[in-house]
């Protein structure tokens, strides 16, 4: 089946500093990719669209300075959270999709950030 | 944007009972998916339903969608230790996913 692979799966950094995350489509190209966002005990909340060779496109309240997304190929989206705050610390998950015909989304592992 | 909401949020469930989540939406959903997340993990698709009234089963798990496409629910029998976890409904909207506050199933042995 349709593999997404994310890395890191957990990263602790200090506060001001940047952190990349990267997910990749293993086995499928992506022209699509998902960036969600978890806090403990709640539901995915869509962040932004990752589109392969274009602008991401950005969920209301999500600041696209903080939060900057690259699809610079078919299989590889990297979301990076910069000027990292302690109110960033949440679980990051990608999602990408092989096809419509009645699969769903496949996602990443997820990312724990941590900022300290 | 629409909002699908899902209840109960949380479901504690002696082995062996069966229990069911409830997903509704103010507007009429052109599909609902179905995931599960394990704690710790991430979201994992279980199915995906598309036609008005629809029953879908896996094993042990059914899965409905309302004639009005506005609702849906999945059911849960024999509640094994393995069911433990969240359980998301997500409308697909454009290619985006509307995930429900989830139900977090606890399974007391």
């Known amino acids: 089946g349709a593999v997404v692979s994310q890395h890191p799966s957990r990263v602790i950094c200090k506060s001001g500093t940047s952190v990349k995350i990267e997910c990749r489509s293993l086995?499928?190209?992506?022209?699509?990719m998902f960036w969600y966002r978890q806090f403990p005990k709640q539901s995915l909340m869509l962040m932004a669209t990752s589109n392969e060779g274009s602008k991401a496109t950005y969920e209301q309240g999500v600041e696209k300075d903080k939060f900057l997304i690259n699809h610079a190929s078919l299989t590889l989206s990297t979301l990076t959270v910069t000027s990292a705050h302690p109110e960033d610390s949440s679980f990051y998950i990608c999602s990408a999709r092989v096809d419509s015909g009645g699969n769903g989304y496949t996602f990443g592992s997820g990312t724990r950030l941590t900022v300290v | 944007g629409q909002q699908v909401m899902q209840i109960p949020q949380y479901q504690h469930v002696q082995e062996g009972e069966d229990f069911t989540t409830y997903c509704n939406s103010s507007t009429t959903l052109s599909n609902i998916q179905w995931y599960k997340q394990r704690p710790g993990g991430h979201p994992v698709f279980l199915i995906q339903?598309?036609?008005?009234?629809e029953v879908k089963k896996q094993k042990r798990l059914t899965f409905q969608f309302g004639e009005a496409k506005k609702n849906s629910s999945l059911h849960i029998t024999a509640t094994q230790t393995t069911d433990v976890g969240t359980y998301f409904c997500a409308a697909d909207s454009w290619g985006k996913l509307q995930f429900g506050a989830g139900t977090q199933v606890v399974v007391t042995p």
């Open positions: 086995d499928f190209q992506a022209t699509t």
């Open positions: 339903l598309v036609k008005s009234g």
